[in-house]
């Protein structure tokens, strides 16, 4: 099994495509640190925020839980290519043709799916630890408004919303797996990091409060909604909600992946 493991992570070190998504995701990033100086550092905001009272002025402070939410979560940008990754990495086997000999070494699968997801997790892991605080610290040194505070909630967040992402990975990892093709993992993943699914979560969650006279809202327990909506500051209820539907997703499609694996029928 860690053979298969280090035989993934060698794969992705040599692929041409890791390096041509993280030059997108690079350039992404100065892309976004403009928006941000458009939104906190303009002529134009600061001058609305010198007219506001000591309490309003708070808005236009960029915090630390502000800059990850920004650059991770509402970041379509950030959430298609780590789709795409997770697409190119879950069928590159099969495309190539070696899954032929690897999946003919072990009487059980289990150990080939566990190895690659975990080679898939890892990779999105690095990719998410150093691409937040190179968010965070270009944030602190180009945006004028960024003010280091809210260090709690942005530890908090960093952690809930790593969850979220890994179990979106997986999510994507088994709809590939199921497809047995980049193009349905592709358009799927992509559906789901353009918030598209969000906005039907959304509907159904309004019609069932309608129809049922309650303010439960369905869509916390959708997990591109939980992902994207989520905030530390919401508190408590709303974090151990969210990890939970995290774990739930998360243990559920890579049990279908093991189970999709445990399939005779191997084609490449």
């Known amino acids: 099994m860690f053979n298969i ?22 350039a992404s990033i100065f892309m976004s640190l403009g928006i941000l100086f458009i939104v906190y550092d303009n002529p134009l905001t600061s001058a609305i925020s010198l007219s506001m009272s000591g309490e309003s002025m708070d808005l236009f402070s960029l915090t630390p839980p502000t800059v990850h939410q920004f650059f ?3 970041s379509n940008t950030y959430l298609i290519l780590v789709s795409i990754f997770s697409v190119i990495f879950a069928n590159c086997d099969f495309t190539r043709g070696f899954a ?14 566990f190895a690659k997801w975990l080679s898939l997790v890892t990779c999105v892991s690095i990719c998410y630890i150093v691409y937040s605080f190179i968010c965070l610290g270009l944030s602190a040194v180009c945006i004028k408004a ?3 505070t809210k260090w709690t909630e942005y530890i908090v ?9 890994i179990s979106l990975v997986t999510m994507v990892f088994w709809i ?8 349905g993992g592709m358009v799927i993943g992509i559906l789901i990091s353009s918030g598209t699914f969000v906005l039907v979560e959304l509907l159904i969650s309004g019609a069932v409060a309608r129809t049922f006279h309650t303010d439960f809202l369905l869509a916390n327990y959708f997990l591109d909604y939980a992902f994207m909506s989520y905030s530390a500051g919401m508190g408590t209820v709303a974090t151990v909600r969210t990890i939970f539907v995290a774990l739930a997703y ?3 499609a890579l049990t279908m992946t093991v189970f999709l694996a445990d399939r005779k029928d191997v084609h490449v």
């Open 157 to 165: 967040g960093f952690f809930v919303v790593y969850l979220c992402l």
């Open 176 to 183: 590939t797996t199921l497809f047995k093709s980049p193009s």
């Open 100 to 113: 032929k000999n690897t999946y003919s070494m072990f009487e059980s699968r289990r150990p080939l799916v």
């Open 72 to 74: 991770i979560q509402t």
């Open 5 to 26: 493991f280090k035989m993934h992570m060698y794969r992705v070190t040599r692929a041409t495509s890791t390096y041509v998504l993280l030059g997108v995701l690079a």
């Open 146 to 148: 960024f003010v280091s």
């Open 250 to 252: 998360m243990a559920l």
